[in-house]
Each structure stands twice: as structure tokens, then as C-alpha cells.
């Protein structure tokens, strides 16, 4: 009997990378509108390299980009920067498709919903207020509430603690099969890996089911719970 689904967050509710390539994309045009004399393409896959050197969530990205570009960081392209970013990723912060019916069919099901996240907790929260997704979760857990990363057992331990269910009552949406996957599996969750938000081109997910629609996820848990 499934009692309750965690969800990760980016790339399986909402299309992080998506929202990061275009916020990206617009900060370097606002660079160069600013006056700064880069070219736009060496220029993203510069800023690229930094989230993946620095991390996906890391703030200072267009800092380093100029320190790197034009050895200092100037404050008149740095809020072009910033600016153009923060207008393009409202613009573009966009669920996936079916993500809240999905949600409405679990709840009214009577299934508990959580998200775990390897997000800081105020840039997820951000996220879910903005999406309008707060109303749908129990709770949500972030790096900030467990100190440890996906697939450390911590995050799903404690969101089982949060959900009083047991691991074979839970199920596990994600879209890395290192973390969100192998980490739920490790615990005896099962799991769904969300293969539309799959950004690394994954043949083998690990996972108990692989899905291209977060609809489907809605199946799963009445056939679970039909036998």
C-alpha cells in the first residue's frame, strides 16, 4: 500500500535547466548591451563551466565571469547582469506539464507529498512559492534541514520520520539516477525516475519505473494500491 510520494524538485517538477539556460542566455545580453565586449556563445559556456566548477546554486556565477573576462568585477555589468537574469528566470520558472493534476490526484487519493531537495532552502522555497506548489506538500526538506546530499540515506531517513510511513508504503520521483534513485533505493523505496527532466541522456535509471509524463506517476500508485 503506497502511502506517500517524495518528489525532488528541480528537473522533476519544474524545468530547472531549462529556466537556467535561457536566465543565462539573458544575462550575457544584458552584459553586452551594458557595453561589455564578449562574445555571447564562448561567454555561456564559460558561465557553464563555472555553475559546474561552483555549483548549479552558487550566487556569485556573473562575479567570477567577470573576474575571469575582464579581471575585475564592474559593477555597472555586473547588475546588467543580474538584472536581466532575475527578469528571465520569472519569465521562464515553468512546471512541467501535468504537474499540478498530478499533485490534485495524489492528495485527493489520500497520498502524503513531499519534496526533497538538495537545493538551499531559501532558493527552493523561492521555487515552490512561485510556482504556487506550497499548498501541495506536507513538508519539504532541503540541504539546509539535512546537512547531506542525495544519495546519503539522511534525506530520505528523515523525510520517512516526517511521513510516519515505511520504506515499502513510499515512493521516490526523480530525475538523477545517482542521487535520487540509487540514494531511495539503497533504503528499500521504490522508485520512478522522471526520464523528461533527464539532462545527462541516461539509458539505464536504476529505477523500479521510468516515466516521460509526471502524470503518470498517478497510474502507478492505483495500480500499487489496487492489488
Same mark, same amino acid.
Do not use: C
Given at each position: 500500500?503506497?502511502?506517500?510520494?517524495?518528489?525532488?524538485?528541480?528537473?522533476?517538477?519544474?524545468?530547472?535547466?531549462?529556466?537556467?539556460?535561457?536566465?543565462?542566455?539573458?544575462?550575457?545580453?544584458?552584459?553586452?548591451?551594458?557595453?561589455?565586449?564578449?562574445?555571447?556563445?564562448?561567454?555561456?559556456?564559460?558561465?557553464?563551466?563555472?555553475?559546474?566548477?561552483?555549483?548549479?546554486?552558487?550566487?556569485?556565477?556573473?562575479?567570477?565571469?567577470?573576474?575571469?573576462?575582464?579581471?575585475?568585477?564592474?559593477?555597472?555589468?555586473?547588475?546588467?547582469?543580474?538584472?536581466?537574469?532575475?527578469?528571465?528566470?520569472?519569465?521562464?520558472?515553468?512546471?512541467?506539464?501535468?504537474?499540478?493534476?498530478? =499533485?490534485? &490526484? @495524489?492528495?485527493?487519493?489520500?497520498?502524503?507529498?513531499?519534496? %526533497?531537495? +538538495?537545493? !538551499?532552502? $531559501?532558493?527552493?522555497?523561492?521555487?515552490?512559492?512561485?510556482?504556487?506548489?506550497?499548498?501541495?506538500?506536507?513538508?519539504?526538506?532541503?540541504?539546509?534541514?539535512?546537512?547531506?546530499?542525495?544519495?546519503?540515506?539522511?534525506?530520505?531517513?528523515?523525510? =520517512?520520520? &516526517? @511521513?510516519?510511513?515505511?520504506?515499502?508504503?513510499?515512493?521516490? %520521483?526523480? +530525475?538523477? !539516477?545517482? $542521487?535520487?534513485?540509487?540514494?531511495?533505493?539503497?533504503?528499500?523505496?521504490?522508485?520512478?525516475?522522471?526520464?523528461?527532466?533527464?539532462?545527462?541522456?541516461?539509458?539505464?535509471?536504476?529505477?523500479?519505473?521510468?516515466?516521460?509524463?509526471?502524470?503518470?506517476?498517478?497510474?502507478?500508485?492505483?495500480?500499487?494500491?489496487?492489488?
Amino acid at each position: 500500500m503506497i502511502k506517500a510520494v517524495i518528489f525532488d524538485l528541480d528537473n522533476t517538477l519544474l524545468d530547472f535547466m531549462k529556466m537556467k539556460e535561457y536566465a543565462v542566455k539573458a544575462a550575457i545580453a544584458g552584459m553586452i548591451e551594458a557595453g561589455l565586449d564578449i562574445d555571447d556563445e564562448e561567454s555561456y559556456k564559460t558561465i557553464v563551466s563555472i555553475y559546474e566548477e561552483e555549483g548549479w546554486e552558487n550566487q556569485q556565477i556573473f562575479n567570477y565571469f567577470l573576474e575571469r573576462t575582464v579581471g575585475e568585477v564592474n559593477n555597472k555589468y555586473l547588475a546588467a547582469a543580474i538584472v536581466a537574469y532575475r527578469r528571465a528566470r520569472e519569465a521562464n520558472l515553468l512546471l512541467y506539464p501535468n504537474v499540478n493534476h498530478t =499533485l490534485v &490526484e @495524489l492528495m485527493k487519493a489520500g497520498i502524503k507529498l513531499a519534496v %526533497v531537495s +538538495d537545493a !538551499p532552502s $531559501r532558493e527552493a522555497w523561492m521555487r515552490i512559492y512561485y510556482l504556487n506548489l506550497h499548498h501541495h506538500f506536507d513538508f519539504v526538506l532541503t540541504f539546509d534541514d539535512t546537512n547531506a546530499r542525495k544519495p546519503s540515506p539522511i534525506p530520505f531517513q528523515m523525510a =520517512l520520520k &516526517e @511521513l510516519k510511513t515505511e520504506p515499502s508504503e513510499t515512493l521516490m %520521483v526523480g +530525475d538523477w !539516477p545517482e $542521487r535520487d534513485v540509487a540514494g531511495a533505493n539503497n533504503l528499500g523505496i521504490r522508485t520512478i525516475f522522471a526520464r523528461y527532466g533527464d539532462s545527462f541522456g541516461t539509458i539505464d535509471s536504476g529505477a523500479d519505473w521510468d516515466i516521460n509524463d509526471v502524470f503518470e506517476i498517478v497510474g502507478i500508485v492505483n495500480e500499487l494500491n489496487s492489488v
